[in-house]
């Protein structure tokens, strides 16, 4: 009986957890301040939405509408995967 009393607030605290990402992550408009903030990492476009980051090189680096040049290894940590396809 007592435990129904808690049973709202515990379900906003995991909502609450859920909902804030694991890892801040840092975004850039341009590669080169992504690059001075990383310079030891790859630096990658990460299309927000979807969180799958582009390599230099693939069609969708730098041109997706929602997107940020990011350190790899922040992405990573942020959930971030790579594409797929290579695209």
Request: contains cysteine; positive net charge; proline residues 6%.
């Amino acid at each position: 009986m007592r435990l129904s009393l808690f049973a709202p607030a515990a379900l906003i605290f995991c909502a609450l957890l859920v909902a804030s990402p694991a890892h801040a992550l840092d975004q850039f408009p341009t590669e080169a301040q992504a690059q001075q903030h990383c310079p030891r990492d790859t630096v990658v476009w990460l299309n927000l939405p979807t969180m799958i980051w582009h390599y230099k090189g693939e069609r969708w680096y730098g041109r997706t509408k929602h997107g940020a040049y990011v350190c790899r290894k922040d992405a990573r940590a942020a959930g971030a995967r790579a594409t797929r396809n290579g695209e």
